[in-house]
């Protein structure tokens, strides 16, 4: 099944601990992007990447570092999170063209106490 | 980013049509979306509409698109309980920048 997959589904954690958001896809779809969802604020974009070794910033890249090695792997890092990165947070991929939309992740809720 | 704007919230009676509204600001986009989210998944997309279109159907969804006002607007027929969800709107123009609006909560009164 053509899928985003995203883990863990829930964290809490402490500020200041380091965490990663994996995020997998199986479409070999070049282009991969991480989200927040926040109230009455939609979707920003987080970071992007075009290809393997090619990321760029988004909307509200601060306090967040991506990877990308391989084409399927797009994993997201907070290297000390701070309560206001709580938030939804979705991971998305597409073909190079974006013809066809995106298919997303089924989301992360992290809480940072 | 881009501006995508959505009204925050929705409300009809099973049975009735659904119209919910979004308005773009990039003049230069070449794909407009709607995206349904559920409680407590992920976005599927539910229909796209290429920008030299200005009318899709698919069964009970209808895309419109009016490029002068940059308004574009999903209506949904014979609206039931199941279609209760956050709809989002989005542009893009080829490079893969997407931009969302905030999205439109429907509840469908039974």
């Known amino acids: 099944e053509a899928q985003v997959t995203q883990n863990p589904r829930y964290l809490i954690t402490v500020t200041g601990k380091k965490l990663t958001v994996t995020c997998s896809q199986n479409?070999?779809?070049?282009?991969m992007s991480w989200y927040r969802q926040d109230p009455g604020l939609g979707l920003r974009q987080i970071y992007y990447?075009?290809?393997?070794?090619?990321?760029d910033k988004g909307d509200v890249p601060e306090g967040y570092k991506v990877s990308r090695k391989e084409k399927r792997n797009f994993p997201l890092i907070l290297e000390s999170p701070s309560p206001n990165q709580t938030s939804l947070y979705f991971c998305?991929?597409?073909?190079?063209?974006?013809?066809?939309?995106?298919?997303f992740g089924s989301g992360t809720r992290l809480t940072v106490v | 980013g881009e501006d995508v704007e959505q009204s925050l919230f929705l409300s009809v009676r099973e049975g009735d049509s659904s119209v919910i509204n979004c308005t773009y600001t990039?003049?230069?986009?070449?794909?407009l979306y709607w995206y349904k989210q559920e409680p407590g998944a992920g976005l599927q997309l539910l229909t796209y509409?290429?920008?030299?279109?200005d009318m899709k159907q698919d069964q009970r969804l209808t895309v419109l698109l009016n490029k002068k006002d940059k308004h574009l607007s999903l209506r949904i027929a014979d609206t039931q309980t199941g279609d209760s969800a956050i709809y989002f709107c989005?542009?893009?123009?080829?490079?893969?920048?997407?931009?969302f609006g905030t999205g439109t909560s429907l509840t469908v009164i039974p």
């Open positions: 990039d003049s230069s986009s070449t794909y």
């Open positions: 989005a542009e893009s123009y080829t490079g893969n920048q997407f931009y």
């Open positions: 509409i290429f920008s030299n279109m």
């Open positions: 479409m070999n779809h070049e282009y």
């Open positions: 998305a991929s597409s073909t190079r063209d974006s013809s066809y939309g995106y298919t």
């Open positions: 990447s075009m290809n393997v070794e090619v990321t």
